[in-house]
Each structure stands twice: as structure tokens, then as C-alpha cells.
């Protein structure tokens, strides 16, 4: 075989072989390279006529790199459109990071629009934290509106206890602002609703009366926004304004009644306890009774037989007895049938 082989390429012009290999390879490229140019040519032309300068090679890399090559082009641009500067190399590791590259490059070009000091690097940050870089920058710019507390847990109010033991039920709406600065490792909303309803319940717990709360709601207000909230969060506060007001259910009279109660089952149980102790006791005399009576027939004997007590004498405590019996039937009244 190995021989065969030699001959072959003995009898074989090999610079035409070579020639021709070489021109198969170069109609291969050339076909591969035809293939590229029509598949990148319009973004690539959109890209140039836009001034956002994408290259060829960089468009090639991308799609080796499996990168959403229009998501790219057409972030840059507008990008670039806008009057940002910002290299396809910044905006293809973002997605290769698995962020949303046109989240941030609208969030740049608001915050640039509003005069707010933000980085790519930021925004960058912000994004691949998991917050909405746009939303807080939206947030920044126009201030929104949080509701305390937060419908979507189940509970429209705030409730609380005056020192008089009324219950006022509350709602308070909170303005905030997104603060870019302290948006990477912020507390969210929730921080902010559970504050500002602690603070709504200390208020009201401190008032000495309902009423003092329902003619100058304000003061929860003031009260609340004076301890600094947003401190630690991603948010500014800038108002905090109570919605509603209402009075609830008088909870002092309910724990008084709830008390009265508890007392009075604890006053019973402890007179039945006393009159179990009393009848046991009474059990007890009567034993003796009965014990002390069994004995007066064998003192009786014994007197007789020492001659102590004579048969008059027996007789006269017979007929003492017997009055004695009758005085009592008397002051005793007859049962009714």
C-alpha cells in the first residue's frame, strides 16, 4: 500500500496539487467570508453610519463568543446617539455577565439627561446586584409614593393603642427618592414601610389620648420623620403624610373586662376552695361528735357502777334531753311538701 501511495504521487505533478489545493482553500475562505459579510453587513452598516464604530473583527468575536451581536450593536448606538461613550468591549463583558445591557445603557442615558453623576461602572454594579438600575434612576428623578402599610401583605392599616386604651387604625403614604450612592447594598421599600409603621405605632402608643392623635394627625408625621427612617437604605425619604385615620375598638375596656373576669373566676375558685376546707372541717367535727356520743353509754355505766350517777339523775338528763329535742323541732320550720 505504502508503495502504491509512492508511486502515485511520484507520477503526480505536486506544484499543481499544492496549486490547487491552495485555490480550494482560498474559494473556501472567500465563500465563509461572503457568508460574514452578509450576515453582519447591515448591522455592521448601521453601526458606521451611526458613528458608533463596530468592527468586523469584533462582530466575528462576538458571534464566536455566542454574544447577542444585535443587543450590542444596537445598545452602542444608541448609546452613542445619546452622547455616551461607551466601548462594545465594556457593554459585551456586561452580557457576558448575564446582564441587561439595555437596561443600563437607558439607565445611563437618563441619569445623563438628569445631571446624575453615574458610571458605567456603577450601573454595571447596580445591574448585576439584581436591583432595576433604570427604575432607580426613574425613582431618582421623579420621586414615587410607597403605601404603609403595603396592601399586598393583607393589611390596609396600622393599628396601635393610645394611653387611654383606644385603638386608632392608621394609613400613611411615604414619598422617597432613590439615592444612587447608597443603591448597591441599600435596604429595599420594605425596610422603609416596616420602619415608618413602628414609628407610626410608637407615636400613637406615646399620645396620652385618641383625641389629641385625630386633631393633629401632622404630629405622627413630624414625629416619624424626625428619627431619619431612611437611614441604611437605598431611599431618601422626603414626606411622610398620613392618609387616614380612624378609631378602632376600645382596647383598655376590653383588657378591663378580660381582667374583671379573670378575677372573679379566680374569687370563685378560691371560695370553693374555702367552703370544701369548711365542709371537710364540718366532716371532721361530726366525726368527733359521733366518737364523743359512742362514749357517753359507757361513761354512764361506769358512773352507775361507781355510784355516781343515781336512776334520778338519769332521768333528769333524760327529760333535759327531751326539752332540749322539743326546743329545737320547734325553732327549726317544717319543710314544705
Known amino acids: 500500500m505504502y508503495d502504491l501511495i509512492h508511486i502515485i504521487l511520484a507520477q503526480t505533478d505536486t506544484p499543481k496539487v499544492i496549486g490547487v489545493t491552495l485555490l480550494v482553500i482560498l474559494i473556501i475562505a472567500a465563500f465563509v467570508f461572503l457568508l460574514l459579510v452578509i450576515k453582519f453587513f447591515r448591522l455592521w452598516l448601521q453601526a458606521k453610519l451611526s458613528r458608533a464604530d463596530v468592527k468586523f473583527s469584533e462582530l466575528i468575536g462576538m458571534w464566536l463568543r455566542k454574544v447577542d451581536i444585535r443587543t450590542i450593536v444596537i ?14 468591549q465594556d457593554l459585551e463583558s456586561h452580557y457576558l455577565a448575564r ?13 445623563n439627561r438628569a ?8 450601573a454595571t454594579a447596580i445591574d448585576l446586584a439584581g436591583r432595576d438600575i433604570l427604575d432607580a434612576v426613574q425613582t431618582s428623578v421623579n420621586p414615587k409614593v410607597i403605601d404603609c402599610p403595603d396592601p399586598e401583605k393583607g393589611r390596609d392599616t396600622v393599628d396601635a393603642v393610645a394611653q387611654d386604651g383606644i385603638q386608632l387604625k392608621a394609613k400613611a403614604r411615604v414619598t422617597v427618592r432613590a439615592n ?38 401632622d404630629d405622627i ?3 416619624v420623620l424626625g428619627k431619619g427612617l431612611d437611614a441604611g437604605t437605598a431611599f431618601e425619604i422626603l414626606s411622610i403624610d398620613i392618609a387616614d385615620v380612624d378609631v378602632g375598638e376600645n382596647v383598655g375596656a376590653k383588657l378591663q373586662v378580660a381582667q374583671a373576669q379573670a378575677d372573679l373566676r379566680r374569687a370563685q375558685a378560691e371560695a370553693e376552695k374555702r367552703r370544701a376546707m369548711a365542709f371537710a372541717r364540718e366532716q371532721e367535727m361530726r366525726a368527733l361528735v359521733v366518737e364523743n356520743e359512742s362514749k357517753v353509754p359507757l361513761a354512764m355505766a361506769e358512773a352507775f357502777k361507781k355510784g355516781n350517777l343515781g336512776v334520778m339523775d338519769y332521768y333528769r338528763m333524760k327529760n333535759i334531753m327531751a326539752d332540749t329535742d322539743m326546743r329545737d323541732s320547734i325553732a327549726k320550720p317544717k319543710k314544705k311538701e
Not at 445631571?115 to 456603577?122: F, M, V
Open 221 to 223: 408625621s413630624k414625629s
Open 180 to 217: 444612587i450612592e447608597r443603591l448597591i447594598g441599600g435596604a429595599t421599600q420594605e425596610t422603609i414601610i416596616a420602619r415608618v409603621g413602628e414609628g407610626i405605632v410608637t407615636t400613637i402608643g406615646s399620645a396620652i389620648t385618641y383625641k389629641s392623635v385625630l386633631e393633629n394627625p
Open 115 to 122: 445631571n446624575i453623576d453615574l458610571t458605567l461602572k456603577t
Open 99 to 111: 446582564g441587561n445591557v439595555p437596561n443600563v445603557v437607558r439607565a445611563l442615558i437618563a441619569a
Open 75 to 88: 445598545s452602542k448606538i444608541t448609546a452613542v446617539q445619546a452622547g455616551l461613550s461607551l466601548s462594545t
